[in-house]
Each structure stands twice: as C-alpha cells, then as structure tokens.
C-alpha cells in the first residue's frame, strides 16, 4: 500500500486486523486515538523495499521511506525529512524505522503507475493524474 492518506478516523489512521505480511510505505496516518493498531498482524513492513530519490525543503536526498504519522513526535537532526526514532505502535514487535516528519505533500517523488499490461514511470502529483481523472 502507498500513497494514501487516511484522515477524519474516530480511532486509528489504520488498523490492520489478522492481516499479514503487508508492505506499507509513503502513506499518511491520522487518528484520534494514534496513527496505527496492528496489534493482530505480523510480518508487516513499513518501509519501501529500496531507497527511493525523493525532493525535501528543496534539496534531494535517497533514503529508504517510511510514512507519516500525525502522532509522531521524534526528531530530524539531520534535515532530511526522517525521523530519527522510529515510530512505534500497538503491536510490540511492529515499528516504521523511517518515519516521514511531514505530510506527503511537502516532498517531492517519482512516481509510477501500475497499469494491467505492465508499468509506466512518470513524475505526477496524485494519483487522479495517473489514472487521468481530474480532481
């Protein structure tokens, strides 16, 4: 899962309930009650599977991504729009090494779109442009 924003939640931005071995990164969490409850699911991965070029505060750097959390209180010494600690949630075991420190809006990113032959790269700004829906 990547690339979306869960906001307006009475509980969890998400929560993934016996669902295992999920790959989820470059998604925006909100919730009153925190970001994530994974607390029945394992194996899931909260990172992207390599380090991806990304723009931040107009400069670009390569780093593995995770996602952005709105309960997120870590630090960025370095600048580089990841958070220093990881974020941690419900589940014990479960952890995003790289959260972003801002909302997806504030970076910058290659983007590629998934179509049924196969898939096409390109530079976007939402997913309504890949699929060329306007907003």
Known sequence: MKGNTSTGNWKYGIEL??????????????????????????GNIWASPTAEKYLYVGATYTSVLGNYYADYIGSDVDGDGIG??????????TQDDNPLMEPLANYGFDSVAMFADGFESGNTNAWSDVVGMSP
């Open 84 to 93: 220093d600690t990881p974020h941690d949630f419900v589940a014990p075991e």
């Open 17 to 42: 309930a016996n669902s295992d071995n999920n790959r989820l990164y470059r998604n925006e969490f909100q919730g009153d009650l925190g970001a994530v409850d994974s607390s029945t699911s394992t």
